[in-house]
């Protein structure tokens, strides 16, 4: 018999396809002291009643657990992949709960192109690439993608290596981050521009915004008005932590 957090931890390992019992600990055990063992404990029940299939890999020391009905397939690139994908929503999470969650990877609204994430963060739509699976061109041939979608959101781009892109070729919003580490730059910004906003009304924050976006980075964090997205993963704040709800 499975209980309901054991349903979440399902639900989230099917969602994210594949998940490291580190990152199910921080995901579904954060309010135990001692999460990992708690998730570990439960992921070997999970995966002695057939519910979960677990895999070694040589760069981690954790087991990586997937669904037992997981098609794709087992090579250590291809997983190191999603794994890079659940550590870039852990780490957004760090500064704001991400909500309105695609399960990983999903077709962009029945399009050729798929998305890492796709998601609401900091009030806004976000279409986050985790590049590492990429070229270049790969990345420019989305970006164009995404340029000619009406009300597109922001794309934001995590990789370790500079593609050396020119936002002013698109007009969509484009953010650049090296490492994940680097989205408390885009935290940072946004809480700029939402204090400005608590302190003027009217057109003088239109004002105000429009002053600031030529001296950070052309980056505007106004709230923008989005298509709405199933909600499959949710977050909420829990005395300082965040805890993950499957919906």
């Not at 999970?46 to 997937?66: A, C, E, F, M, P």
């Not at 760090?94 to 399009?111: A, D, F, M």
Request: proline share 1%; net charge neutral.
């Amino acid at each position: 018999m499975v209980n309901a957090r054991d349903k979440r931890i399902i639900e989230g390992i099917n969602t994210f396809n594949f998940m490291t019992s580190s990152q199910v600990g921080e995901m579904f055990c954060s309010t135990n002291s001692n999460k990992k063992q708690v998730a570990n404990r439960i992921l070997k029940r999970l995966k002695s009643d057939s519910w979960i299939n677990s895999i070694t890999l040589s760069s981690t020391r954790d087991y990586v657990y997937y669904s037992a009905n997981n098609p794709i397939e087992k090579n250590e690139p291809n997983i190191n992949y999603y794994l890079q994908v659940v550590d870039v929503f852990l780490e957004m999470n760090k500064y704001s709960p991400v909500t309105n969650y695609y399960k990983v990877i999903n077709k962009l609204e029945e399009e050729e192109y798929d998305t890492s994430l796709c998601c609401h963060w900091l009030n806004k739509k976000y279409y986050v690439e985790v590049n590492n699976a990429y070229s270049i061109n790969n990345i420019k041939d989305k970006l164009l993608y995404y340029n000619n979608q009406k009300g597109s959101g922001t794309v934001l781009l995590v990789d370790n290596a500079n593609f050396n892109l020119d936002k002013s070729d698109y007009d969509i919003e484009i953010e650049y981050v090296n490492h994940i580490e680097g989205l408390n730059r885009i935290f940072d910004r946004y809480n700029d521009y939402k204090s400005m906003g608590d302190c003027l009304e009217g057109t003088e924050v239109e004002t105000q915004i429009e002053a600031l976006k030529d001296v950070r980075s052309g980056v505007d964090f106004r709230t923008q008005n989005s298509k709405s997205v199933q909600s499959t993963i949710q977050a909420k704040s829990n005395n300082g932590r965040i805890t993950y709800i499957l919906k």
